[in-house]
C-alpha cells in the first residue's frame, strides 16, 4: 500500500476543515495525529486521513428540512 505524506493545505482541501479547526480535533483526540517531518514541518498520513473521513457520521436529511 501505498501510504503517501498529506501536507497541510492537502488535508485541508480533502476534509474542508481549517487549520485551527484540525488543530483543535486533533488536540481533543478527534482527528489524527501528525508527524513531524523537520523542524517547521509537519504531514499526516493519507491512509489515516481517508479512515477518518470514512469514519465520519453521515448527514441524515430531514423531510421539511430547509
Known sequence: MNN???RTKEVIK??????STIRRKER???FPKR???GLNSVG????DIKQWL???PS????KGAA
Open 59 to 62: 448527514v441524515k436529511h430531514h
Open 14 to 19: 480533502l476534509t474542508g476543515l481549517s487549520r
Open 35 to 37: 508527524k513531524q517531518l
Open 4 to 6: 503517501k505524506i498529506l
Open 54 to 56: 470514512e469514519n465520519l
Open 28 to 30: 481533543l483526540g478527534l
Open 44 to 47: 499526516w498520513l493519507e491512509s
